[in-house]
């Protein structure tokens, strides 16, 4: 990313900046590096600076305030940080993309098991793998397993029907 920002001239439109910088962050968190949160706040910064701005090729969306809230829930989410996590999720909204949303189910599903609230993550990632599957998006089932993987463990009885998606999942893909 950094390789990326360097070679970006100065002269870049600025949700050129905004993109770059919220990537980063997301990386960054994905991490677990908290600095994180500061790309965030200069992506932020870059995106309300560009928010009267004209779309240019090959940024052809703005950037805005909903695009802004899904990255933060995303970079929150994967710091632990719940409650920055689903306040920035219930202002993101819903994707226009049913695979998006369905990626961005799962990471409210992380926000929900770092509040301790593990059945309910449970049942948001079991209806993002449904999605998943129902979409054909890997992408999706694989953030799915790796969200199980990340869970401590815990009663059977919490994760058993997420469990189950996934193992039959491994059935058929044996077939």
């Keep these: 990313m950094r390789e990326a920002a360097g070679r970006l001239p100065k002269s870049a439109p600025r949700i050129a900046w905004a993109w770059l910088c919220a990537l980063e962050g997301v990386a960054l968190a994905h991490l677990g590096d908290r600095s994180a949160l500061a790309v965030r706040d200069q992506a932020e910064r870059h995106a309300e600076a560009a928010q009267d701005d004209a779309p240019v090729w090959p940024w052809m969306f703005h950037f805005d305030e909903r695009k802004i809230a899904t990255y933060r829930s995303l970079i929150a989410a994967r710091l632990r940080m719940a409650e ?8 993101a909204g819903t994707s226009r993309s049913p695979k998006q949303a369905a990626l961005a189910v799962v990471e409210r599903a992380r926000a929900f098991a770092a509040k301790g609230e593990f059945e309910h993550a449970c049942r948001l990632a ?16 694989q953030a799915v397993r790796d969200f199980r993987a990340e869970l401590p463990r815990l009663p059977a009885r919490i994760t058993a029907d997420l469990d189950e998606r996934l193992h039959a999942s491994y059935l058929e893909d044996d077939e």
């Design 84 to 91: 920055v996590a689903l306040a920035a999720s219930e202002k």
């Design 126 to 141: 079991a209806g993002a793998y449904d999605a998943g599957r129902r979409f054909g998006s890997e992408r999706t089932r």
